[in-house]
């Protein structure tokens, strides 16, 4: 099919990592709330790490527990094993 060449073409070039990169924002924001996403100051992906960095410290400590669940939800919502760990700031 044309979406499975153009993940394979994606992935030869490494693209899709950026491809990710760039929508790891909006995937954190639908899965886990608006709400959250507020509370999130930044987030960046990088080599299958995840960077968050929250305002609050209750909120951190939270996310921290959840960690595994989160890093799941992501890759599931993403349709790739892309992060394979969760920093939290």
């Known amino acids: 099919s044309i ?19 760039s929508r790891i924002a909006e995937v954190w924001q639908q899965t886990l709330g608006s709400d959250i996403a507020r509370e999130t100051d930044r987030i960046h992906l990088q080599s299958g790490t995840l960077f968050v960095q929250l305002k609050s410290p209750s909120l951190r400590s939270d996310i ?3 960690r595994t669940f989160i890093r799941q ?3 599931r919502q ?3 094993e892309v992060i394979h760990t969760v920093v939290i700031r």
């Not at 979406?3 to 990169?21: A, D, H, M």
């Open 3 to 21: 979406g499975e060449i153009l993940r394979r073409y994606l992935k030869v070039t490494q693209l899709e990592n950026r491809v990710f990169e």
């Open 64 to 66: 921290m527990m959840q």
């Open 73 to 75: 939800a992501l890759n």
């Open 78 to 80: 993403l349709g790739s």
